[in-house]
């Protein structure tokens, strides 16, 4: 059993004493990042949840499966993981477009709820260095990131995996194969697919897994030890949990012993100051105190007064070709809409098992690469500026969904570094006309540029403050534009 140094350090593992972390200043600066959700489930280019799915009679992915690859009795998951190859992988061509595109920090993926490790571990013979790739695909993450100066975290995903991946216990209830065991049942892969044949049910929809997490004290002793692992060998910046810290917060506590033992090793390496941050999706005003909260594919209402994160991908999490991408238009206005409350952009650039990036995303990145070299100024290393948003428009907080907001160009998001205020117009006025309301009478404002064109006249109108700018005929960019405000 490996050791467990949580408990030499800062940090023990209970609420009450994470509750103490401080959110490092390299994560408040930062304010996007670039996340390689990526894996064996990336070889068949047919979506999310491929390894469960497949084992799901009457699926679409079951369907493609069985007619691309055979019956998930004969050629399972396991074999699905041999034809992972990453064989046009290059991870400093891909982290020079990230870099260029505005990226501070990136996350690599280093298990799915799949239980594929995507690093060389001692623990677990499923893993990328002894099948398919035959590649360290997150320590190769970690060397490009570290060369140009990024950030580097890990996510993971395993604290499901026990219940999510029972499905490849069962067997078809009908056709050529009705009754046939998949090739879950098999003992000799037991390590992969996991003794966990309490939590199958025949007939559960796709989109559910019940419960999350399980209760199984073994489940929880081996999540602790692989994440151990994955900490002790990688020294991430920032791990993220898909879920609340696993397994709630009171018995074992495994979650809270490795946020505690992310945080301890990191102080030790930073002279007894914590620089990492654990994301995880617990709400609840005691939990999310441990560390940062992560939104997945949606947002804050409103302005924050703590740092958050929000997780989203251009199309869907594994690379799909049925996928619909977000446009530039719609990733430029989540990004600035976003910062402008307190929170930071971790953005999923879906991977062709080959390790490439299709020419879509190439579109996209560079992009935002060029909006960045206009308006990066009011993004990286500020701050949001007094309530964050001005406007009747906003995004709609609800599931999972990421609608395109129609803004208005009565619609402002701002931010702040030192005695500058970035007014980000959302929509372009057709009389060349900005109005911002949210200065306030007591400013005073000393000079007004466009960002990407140069100083543009103004004047306030009191007794409320408003400030009127006249814009230039054509904005610098195509996207969001943004007024920099020189305020005394």
Request: proline share 8%; with cysteine.
């Amino acid at each position: 059993m490996p050791q467990r140094p949580e408990t030499t350090g800062p940090f023990l593992p209970s609420v009450e004493s994470l509750s103490t972390f401080e959110c490092p200043e390299w994560f408040r600066d930062a304010k996007l990042g670039i996340w390689s959700h990526w894996g064996p489930q990336s070889v068949p280019r047919y979506g999310d949840w491929y390894a469960r799915n497949m084992y799901i009679e009457g699926s679409d992915q079951y369907r493609y499966h069985v007619r691309t690859y055979g019956h998930p009795s004969t050629f399972g998951y396991k074999d699905l993981g041999a034809l992972w190859k990453a064989e046009r992988f290059d991870p400093d061509e891909l982290m020079d477009l990230y870099v260029r595109a505005g990226a501070r920090y990136f996350v690599a993926l280093a298990s799915h709820h799949d239980n594929f490790l995507n690093y060389p571990s001692q623990l677990h013979r499923w893993n990328s260095a002894a099948v398919g790739p035959g590649k360290d695909v997150v320590g190769l993450w970690r060397q490009a990131a570290h060369a140009r100066g990024l950030r580097f975290g890990l996510s993971e995903h395993l604290g499901a995996a026990f219940s999510w991946w029972s499905v490849n216990k069962g067997a078809d209830a009908t056709g050529p194969y009705a009754g046939v065991p998949y090739d879950g049942t098999d003992p000799a892969f037991e390590d992969l697919y996991l003794a966990n044949d309490e939590h199958f049910v025949p007939g559960r929809r796709t989109d559910l897994v019940a419960p999350w997490y399980t209760a199984n004290p073994g489940w929880h002793r081996r999540w602790l030890d692989l994440v151990t692992e994955m900490i002790d060998l990688y020294e991430p910046d920032l791990l993220y949990s898909d879920g609340a810290p696993p397994f709630g917060v009171h018995g074992m506590q495994a979650g809270l012993r490795a946020a505690a033992h992310l945080y301890n090793t990191s102080a030790a390496r930073n002279g007894g100051r914590n620089q990492a941050v654990y994301t995880q999706k617990d709400r609840s005003s005691e939990v999310r105190r441990i560390g940062v909260l992560d939104v997945e594919r949606s947002q804050e209402p409103a302005l924050s007064p703590v740092p958050w994160q929000t997780d989203t991908c251009l199309g869907g999490w594994f690379y799909d070709v049925r996928a619909v991408y977000k446009s530039p238009a719609h990733v430029v206005e989540l990004l600035v809409d976003v910062v402008a409350k307190n929170g930071r952009l971790l953005l999923n650039v879906p991977q062709l098992p080959d390790g490439t990036i299709d020419e879509e995303c190439r579109h996209l990145l560079k992009e935002l690469a060029g909006w960045m070299e206009v308006c990066g100024e009011g993004i990286h290393g500020s701050r949001p500026f007094g309530p964050g948003v001005e406007g009747p428009s906003g995004v709609v907080v609800d599931g999972f969904r990421e609608d395109r907001v129609a803004w208005t160009d009565a619609d402002y998001r701002h931010t702040r570094r030192e005695n500058t205020v970035y007014a980000f117009q959302m929509a372009w006025p057709q009389d060349r006309r900005s109005i911002i309301r949210s200065l306030g009478p007591q400013t005073r404002i000393s000079s007004v540029r466009l960002l990407g064109a140069g100083p543009v006249e103004h004047h306030q109108i009191y007794p409320g403050g408003e400030l009127v700018v006249d814009l230039p005929e054509h904005p610098p960019t195509p996207y969001v534009n943004c007024l920099a405000i020189e305020v005394r």
